[in-house]
């Protein structure tokens, strides 16, 4: 996980959340996210280096739609990057004040 983008792991969070993680879903959560429109020629090439890397594995949703699943070793290393991160902002107290 060390080796990934911050918008990678933005990827891998956001389809591990989805009931139907799809491109278009996909991109429609980080558009929200982002406050901006991600364009197909960020996130696309972003998605295969996922799958290349073995954290997301591709499917077909149907003829013109491919659907992601984070893979066991993707679920893994999720988890131990956010047992790294917990160690650094477990004691971080949020201000429900402005």
Same mark, same amino acid.
């Given at each position: 996980?060390?080796?990934?983008?911050?918008?990678?792991?933005?990827? *891998? !969070?956001?389809?591990?959340?989805?009931?139907?993680?799809? @491109? $278009?879903?996909? %991109?429609? #959560? &980080? /558009?929200?996210?982002?406050?901006?429109?991600?364009?197909?020629?960020? *996130? !696309?090439?972003?998605?295969?280096?996922?799958?290349?890397? @073995? $954290?997301?594995? %591709?499917? #077909? &949703? /149907?003829?013109?739609?491919?659907?992601?699943?984070?893979?066991?070793?993707?679920?893994?290393?999720?988890?131990?990057?956010?047992?790294?991160?917990?160690?650094?902002?477990?004691?971080?107290?949020?201000?429900?004040?402005?």
């Amino acid at each position: 996980m060390y080796d990934l983008t911050g918008f990678q792991r933005d990827i *891998l !969070y956001v389809i591990i959340g989805l009931e139907e993680p799809h @491109g $278009l879903a996909v %991109k429609a #959560e &980080l /558009d929200d996210y982002y406050e901006q429109e991600i364009n197909h020629g960020r *996130l !696309y090439p972003n998605l295969d280096d996922l799958v290349d890397k @073995g $954290l997301l594995k %591709k499917g #077909e &949703l /149907d003829k013109r739609t491919n659907m992601y699943t984070v893979t066991q070793r993707g679920r893994r290393e999720i988890e131990a990057r956010r047992e790294w991160e917990s160690q650094y902002i477990e004691n971080i107290k949020v201000s429900t004040t402005s």
